[in-house]
Nanobody
C-alpha cells in the first residue's frame, strides 16, 4: 500500500527527491513519515507530515535540508533532501501512521511514540564524498 522510490547515488552537496505513493489508504486519515536506517544501527525518523492539516516536522529543521510535502492528487508524499552529506547514506523507508506522527524531538533526534501501521519497501540513498 506504500511504494517508496527515488533513491540513488548522488555526490555530496547534491539533492534527491524521494516519493511515497499510497494506495488503498485515505491519506487524510494518516501521517506519512520517512525513516532511514543503516545496517547495524538504530532506525531514525527523518521527517513526518500530518496529511489532514499539513503539520510537519523534520530533522535539522534550522538548516532546512529536508522538506516533506504532499501531492494529494497523486496520493503521494515527497521528501526533498538537499545539501546531502555522506552520513545521509541509508535505506529510506516511508510509513503511514494513523492520524498524528506521534514524534517527540529531543537531543537532535525524533523519538516515535506510535508504531506505524503500514510500511513501504526501502529505497537506498548513497551519498559519495
Amino acid at each position: 500500500q506504500l511504494q517508496a522510490s527515488g533513491g540513488g547515488l548522488v555526490q555530496a552537496g547534491g539533492s534527491l527527491r524521494l516519493s511515497c505513493a499510497a494506495s488503498g489508504l485515505i491519506l487524510d486519515d494518516y501521517a506519512i513519515a520517512w525513516f532511514r536506517q543503516v545496517s547495524g544501527k538504530e532506525r531514525e525518523g527523518v521527517s513526518c507530515i500530518e496529511i489532514a492539516d499539513g503539520r510537519s516536522m523534520s530533522l535539522e529543521f534550522e538548516e532546512g535540508r529536508f522538506t516533506i510535502s504532499t501531492d494529494k492528487a497523486k496520493n503521494t508524499v515527497h521528501l526533498k533532501m538537499d545539501s546531502l552529506k555522506p552520513e545521509d547514506t541509508a535505506t529510506y523507508y516511508c510509513a503511514a501512521i494513523v492520524d498524528r506522527c506521534g514524534w517527540v524531538y529531543y537531543g537532535g533526534r525524533f523519538y516515535d511514540t506510535k508504531a506505524p501501521n503500514y510500511w513501504g519497501q526501502g529505497t537506498l540513498v548513497t551519498v559519495s564524498s
